[in-house]
């Protein structure tokens, strides 16, 4: 199983940043693509931006050039910066990994509990 434990969440001004990081833990035999998702108060949960286990990312219209996704293979660790944060960037953000168990195991999504972002006008 693959736990996710989230943090870097809270309360800024319009125009500021934050920093998400999500920490994979558990017993598990790979890691492949790492995402954020975020939900908003009766919305659909969207996709925010995604990274292969090679670097490469992708990135809802929305967020682009004002967020970076990265990663840190070594230490199973995803990571967003926001920054030029809008009050519409208000949410749950949510970490999503997909891994295998075994080495033959099909990939499977795992989800983080969360953490709120919140920007004030």
């Known amino acids: 199983q693959v736990q996710l434990v989230e943090s870097g969440g809270g309360l800024v001004q319009a125009g500021g940043s934050l920093r998400l990081s999500c920490a994979a833990s558990g017993i598990f035999f790979s890691i492949n693509d790492m995402a954020w998702y975020r939900q908003a108060p009766g919305q659909q949960r969207e996709l925010v931006a995604v990274?292969?286990?090679?670097?490469?990312?992708n990135y809802a219209d929305s967020v682009k050039g004002r967020f970076t996704i990265s990663r840190d293979n070594a230490k199973n660790t995803v990571f967003l910066q926001m920054s030029s944060l809008k009050p519409e960037d208000t949410a749950v953000y949510y970490c999503?990994?997909?891994?295998?168990?075994?080495?033959?195991?099909?990939?499977?999504?795992?989800w983080g509990q969360g953490t709120q972002v919140t920007v004030s006008s």
């Open positions: 999503n990994v997909e891994a295998r168990v075994r080495s033959l195991s099909p990939p499977t999504g795992y």
């Open positions: 990274i292969t286990r090679g670097g490469q990312t």
